[in-house]
């Protein structure tokens, strides 16, 4: 069984920045897409960020020219730098990665448990 470790959430200023963890918890035979996802209260979970197994990048027109996401496929491990943070931004943050457990396995997308991010005064 994966499971995967988000961190790096928490309480920021409105103009202050933060960066997401998302680590499997074992290791794995390979990952393709990673891709992070917020909810907000009362909403529907979006699409915040993508990256390809080869590193192509795409974002919600929302946060783009504030959010960075990237990989360390040694790590198995995904990132989501955050800058210029605004009250809007405030949201559990979920990360979600297709991967193959064993080289026998198919793929299959996990979620992380979610990581509070509050942007605020």
């Known amino acids: 069984q994966v499971q995967l470790v988000e961190s790096g959430g928490g309480l920021v200023q409105p103009g202050g920045s933060l960066r997401l963890s998302c680590a499997a918890s074992r290791r794995i035979f390979s990952i393709d897409a990673m891709g992070w996802y917020r909810q907000a209260p009362g909403q529907e979970r979006e699409l915040v960020a993508f990256?390809?197994?080869?590193?192509?990048?795409t974002y919600a027109e929302s946060v783009k020219g504030r959010f960075t996401i990237s990989r360390d496929n040694a790590k198995n491990t995904v990132y989501l730098q955050m800058s210029d943070l605004k009250p809007e931004d405030t949201a559990v943050y979920y990360c979600?990665?297709?991967?193959?457990?064993?080289?026998?396995?198919?793929?299959?997308?996990?979620w992380g448990q979610g990581t509070q991010v509050t942007v605020s005064s």
């Open positions: 979600k990665l297709n991967l193959r457990v064993e080289w026998s396995s198919r793929a299959i997308d996990y």
């Open positions: 990256i390809s197994s080869i590193g192509v990048t």
